[in-house]
């Protein structure tokens, strides 16, 4: 039988209309958890049984389990609740439609890809499928900031392969740069502004640790290349030192944001750092400067001869009638999570446009072509009795 194409739709309206905004990306925001009991209720009508778990301050996943007979590879789909905020947008939760298009805060990033999988959902339990491979349907907090959602999920579920849920294009995506923020700290002697005798200038010793910081993103962007993705690149997009004037700085602060290809691990990056923060050391007199890690999300890519591409690539080329393409992508997903556990993932999703922008919308067609492509992938990889 089809995909419900109402049903899909009307839950995509409905998925856009909650608010879900991410709490640490814009004051006031809900978090997830409306949405997850939403989810969670409409997984129990269609017939499965699903679980929602409570990650405290309003924040939760939702995860539902379709035991497979035996003998078959086990599968994730991963998509995640929260969006972005919604600043400079007028009606931000109104699905609106027109032009073909659905608009709306999430419904590209990826409330449109939510709708295809409890499309997908809807039918599996209706035709009563018997799968071999167990099949584990996700839906996450938090990815757009720390994804404490799968990092959670991993404690509890662990599968052979996983389809993440982001925008794509119906393309298929197999390779994402990392990303990392780390702080570093330079260190010097408050005195009076006409004390240079005894003074020392945080600020000053923080510029050549940034012109260091210049010579190595020269180096990144030699030595750190990628097919797909090009060359890793840092930048520093907050400084902050001194008190007020006349006064030396004894403090100044520079947070740097790297973005990482496959082939760099976070021992190598702080390494990088540590070796320009010596090289200073042994320079200038009176240097003191230190490196604190914020956080670390690991790059990704997958083999495309790996049988979860080739599974999503077949149910693609089957569905719009034409071969898939392999795409990258320059941001960050959940995918590097389940990657680095041993997960091996691919990531697909509904085509638009605007994700994070003031215009954000979703085609409708594609939603529901994906929840084909993602109920042609789960027969194949999983395996149907």
Sequence with gaps: MPIDRAFTLHTLTDLIRIDSRNPHLEQGAPGEWELAAYVHRVLEDVGWQAELHDLGNQRANVVATRAGTGGGPSLL????????????????????????????????DTKGGMAGVLGAAKLIAQDELKLHGDLVLAFVADEEHESIGTAALLERVHTDAAIVVEPSDLDVCIAHRGFAVYQLRTRGRTAHGGRSDIGVDANLHMGRV?????????????????????????????????????????????????????????EGVRADFEAILESLVGRIPAFRGSIEPVIWRPPYEIDPDRPIVRTIRAAVAAVLKKPARLISHPWW????????????????????????TEEEWVDPDSVVDFAEILYRSILSYCGEQ
Excluded at 211 to 227: I, N, S, V, Y
């Design 210 to 266: 940034i012109a260091a910081l210049d010579g190595l993103r020269e180096t990144w962007q030699q030595r750190h290349q990628h097919p797909m993705l090009g060359s890793a690149y840092l930048h520093i997009p907050v400084i902050s030192g001194g008190r007020h004037l006349y006064v030396y700085a004894d403090e100044c602060t520079a947070s740097v944001e790297c973005r990482t290809v496959p082939g760099q691990s976070a």
């Design 77 to 108: 789909i991963n998509a995640h609740l929260d969006t972005v905020g919604v600043s400079g947008m007028q009606t931000p939760f109104a699905a609106e439609q027109r032009d073909g298009r659905i608009f709306g805060r999430g419904s590209q």
């Design 333 to 356: 997903e959940d995918s590097g999570m389940l990657g680095e556990a041993g997960i091996e993932t691919v990531i697909a999703g509904p085509t638009g446009d605007g994700l994070h």
